[in-house]
């Protein structure tokens, strides 16, 4: 049945995330919660509520949960405290105007979290990211492949713009993640002239000339690359520069040949490496600082060059928990040899 909500007027927070048997219909009198600041919903929830729009007080939506891409009615915008979006959404098709984009935005937008929006072949997102002048953390799913597609056009735009917007570390984390397909060539070719400051970038897709987009930002410290296509050695040499790293994280990217030196990531506290065909080599006297170091790929053999005796700070090795008996061996007997700093040391299954 659904849900009297005319009997809960002064409700803040509503939370129906696991609620199993929750439907569409049942939340149609949702918009009579006038004081709602967050608001989560599940799996089985396939639209947002008729007249969500008028929920002024809401801060928070969070449909992360959701299986399918959601239509965020672009009214929602609105809310004049919204600061945060999560999930997989869509906006609704119309005849986008770069000049009108204001009156779908208040003049000054709250929204600091929009993670994220799928492109679709649609520049309404975009176009008022633009806008969005307080956004700390953006999450986009660009399925577009034309180059010459309106929606990548705004979205460049858009990535640009956010990326410049500071150069000062002091106002705290900022993130971006793009999961992109054949667009990446283009979108990273638009902004391999952008300098400015993120604290995190993740990266997936056809990710060549990645590198010099990712060595111009200040203050990167998290890193995650997963790739789709092959890098050339070039581009993975070129990620040395990022000195100020503590995470990172490669899926699918060929470390053969790469020696790890002694200069190289003097701050990196944490490396994965995931289904990583060939791994690097570590210069005695590298990672210095390391604590976690994380292999999950099932076809690793050996330590492969990457001895962990030399790491006298590190706490975790982490492996594939479908990797052969016997390489999964060599590497426990490594970790028994650990120095007496780490005594105790045990890999992990991934």
């Known amino acids: 049945a659904a849900v009297d909500f005319a009997n809960c007027e002064l409700l803040r ?6 609620c199993k048997d ?3 219909d049942h939340l149609d009198g949702i918009h009579n919660l006038w004081h709602l600041k967050y608001l989560s919903l599940g799996a089985t929830v396939s639209r947002l509520p008729r007249k969500i729009e008028k929920l002024h007080c809401l801060e928070t939506l969070d449909m992360r949960n959701a299986m399918v891409e959601i239509i965020l009615p672009v009214e929602v915008l609105k809310l004049p405290y919204l600061a945060h979006i999560l999930g997989k959404f869509k906006l609704g098709k119309r005849d986008w105007k770069m000049s009108e984009s204001f009156k779908f935005l208040p003049k000054e937008s709250n929204l600091q979290t929009l993670a994220g929006f799928v492109t679709d072949n649609n520049p309404g997102f975009p176009m008022l990211m633009v806008r969005m002048n307080k956004l700390r953390k953006v999450k986009i799913w660009c399925d577009e492949d034309e180059s010459n597609s309106p929606a990548l056009a705004q979205l460049s735009t858009g990535i640009k713009k956010f990326v410049e917007e ?17 667009s990446s060539v283009n979108i990273l070719h638009c902004l391999e002239n952008s300098f400015g400051y993120l604290s995190s970038l993740k990266l997936h897709g056809a990710l060549s000339g990645l590198t010099q987009f990712a060595t111009s930002l200040c203050g990167l410290t998290e890193l995650c690359l997963s790739s789709t296509n092959s890098l050339i050695s070039a581009e993975i040499l070129n990620l040395r520069k990022l000195i100020h790293l503590e995470y990172q994280k490669l899926v ?14 003097p701050r990196l506290l944490r490396l994965c490496l995931v289904q990583s065909p060939t791994l690097p080599t570590t210069e005695e006297g590298s990672l210095r600082n390391l604590i976690s170091l994380q292999l999950l790929s099932e076809d690793l053999g050996d330590v492969c060059g990457i001895e ?3 790491h006298e700070h590190l706490q975790e090795v982490a492996l594939d928990s ?11 007997d490594a ?4 120095p007496k700093e780490a005594k105790g040391l045990v890999p992990q299954k991934g």
């Open 13 to 18: 927070v509503l939370d129906l995330e696991e």
């Open 335 to 338: 970790a028994k040899k650990h």
């Open 252 to 265: 699918r990217v060929s470390l053969g040949g790469f020696i790890i030196r002694r200069q190289d990531f």
């Open 322 to 332: 479908k990797m052969n008996k016997e390489a999964k061996r060599v590497w426990e």
């Open 308 to 310: 962990i005796g030399r």
């Open 22 to 24: 929750l439907k569409d």
């Open 166 to 182: 500071q150069l000062d570390a002091s106002i705290g984390a900022r993130s971006l993640s793009l999961h992109l397909k054949n």
